[in-house]
Nanobody, 123 residues
């Protein structure tokens, strides 16, 4: 059984940087595409960034380009999301997810999800 566990959320000051982690575990992990999503109250999950484990190819939502960076440690099966110069609008529940293609990932049609980690921004 594959599991995803996020960490790194919490209270952060606007303007600071934040790094979220998502570690995958399980007997077999076959989802080559990993991504981060965020959700605010009353809104649906929105794709933030994604990465292909094998090629390192990355994709970002237009709204976060230059503001967020996704990376991966293949040795530990951990995906990171770095958020620089955090803004109040970055406050959300951030979840990581796995998929088997870019369309699935970017459309949120992922079959594995983490529990999510809350990011709160103080200004």
């Amino acid at each position: 059984q594959v599991q995803l566990q996020e960490s790194g959320g919490g209270l952060v000051q606007a303007g600071d940087s934040l790094r979220l982690s998502c570690r995958a575990s399980g007997r077999f992990f076959s989802h080559d595409y990993m991504g981060w999503f965020r959700q605010t109250p009353g809104q649906s999950q929105k794709f933030v960034a994604g990465i292909n484990w094998l090629s390192g190819t990355k994709r970002y939502a237009t709204s976060v380009e230059g503001h967020c960076t996704i990376s991966v440690d293949t040795a530990t099966l951990t995906v990171y999301l770095q958020i620089d110069s955090v803004k109040p609008e970055d406050a959300a529940i951030y979840s990581c997810a796995g998929a088997t293609s870019w369309p699935e990932l970017q459309n949120g049609a992922c079959d594995i999800w983490g529990q999510g980690t809350q990011v709160t921004v103080s200004s």
